[in-house]
């Protein structure tokens, strides 16, 4: 009886590792891949039964479709000039594979769980804009010199900060999916303090947009926070209300930025693009890589030059070929995931993660699950500007969050 107690208490460990995951927003990349590899450890262990029973009941399809790429990429490590680069990169995108694997057959992710993972994800993003805003000064910035407070780009400052490795367009994300949920949140209670709370949670991420500066980020959170609340409310008088408020709102927004300095992070950029558009200027040190990127994967489109070599090959095409002096350049990757994919593994890479993400958005619109459907459209639109697959924060919070819902809308074991 006594050790079929301790075992059943070791059988908590893994929740207790995924609950302490969800606190990656302050977490280092050390700690995270600490975290990751006893949480491994102690799902397979301890839930070896339950992961064959499922995997006889279920089969491999789950993980042929949201893991067929990281296969792959395995393979084309055989082919790689740098193969323990490439086993590295393997090695770091691991989660891939193992994340969906004990989630689908090892653990029974609650409501209750998430509800948990939910709340310490948002308030530990919370802490973690609260800490940049300290470390940066921002409230005294704003008081000194509000005219130039939104013209500054503190973005460099915080990718610069030593205490952890902070990118601010991953930050951003972790804060438009904050909003995502807490938008749900507030359509589902009728507590009007917690829905007061997560509106003045709202308001303070869409705010901190402005100091992280992610562009693609900030476009997105414009896009997509008022679709998603008009296809949460009920109501068309709702939201005929809420589209009036949006036109006002983008008025007002106009005859600002024509009027003070204020407004000059909305009209000046856009007149000035307008007028004088040019793709290279625009999109800058991404354009040039991404155009190198291009032109090298035309000469291996269809198996790529293998897993590892990219990082190593691009930047010097960029600097030497295409004589493209920036500083930027010289540890860049392709700034884009479906660029990577080819780069590494060729279409053969690139198809099995279109048909995981076409699947599963055909999966959310079925289900008619909006929150799956719109943090899926985020993320294939930001993998068009940045390698989330190429940080440890990135792979982890999209492979659990598709997971999950994958498990929720097809699966329905829970």
Known sequence: ?????????????????????SCMPILTIDWISKILLVFFVTTIAFNTKEIKENFAKIGAK??????????????????????????????????????????????????KLIKIITTLFIATNIIAAIYLIIKLNLVHEIIVNPSEFFNKRYFIDIALIETKEWHPTFIAL?????ILVLIQVSFNTTNIYKRLGAILIIVFFFFFFFILNSRIILLLALLMIPTFILIKLKSYTYKSIVVVLLIASATTIFI???????????????????????????????????????ELIKEKPIFGYGIGYEKWLLPRYCLEIRNFKDQYLQNYSSHNVYLSLLFSAGIFGLLPFLLLLYNNLRL??????????AILVIFIICFLTENYFIRLNGIVLFTFINTYFYKKNKLQLD
């Open 1 to 21: 009886m006594k050790s079929l107690s301790v075992l059943q208490t070791l059988k908590k460990a893994p929740y207790a590792l995924l609950i302490l995951l």
């Open 364 to 373: 959310g619109i079925r289900k008619k699950d909006t929150m799956y459907v």
């Open 62 to 111: 789950p993980i042929l479709i949201n893991c067929g790429f990281y296969f792959v990429l395995i393979i084309s490590l055989s082919y790689s000039p740098l193969k323990n680069k490439g086993l590295d990169i393997l090695v770091r995108e691991l989660s891939i594979l193992l994340i969906p694997i004990a989630l689908i057959y090892a653990l029974k992710v609650t409501k």
């Open 256 to 294: 600002a930025s024509k009027n003070n300095k204020f407004g000059r992070i909305f009209m000046k950029p856009i007149t000035y693009y307008m007028e004088n558009f040019d793709a290279e200027e625009f999109f800058g040190s991404r354009y040039r890589i991404q155009s190198c990127s291009v």
């Open 174 to 178: 972790n804060n438009l999916i904050s």
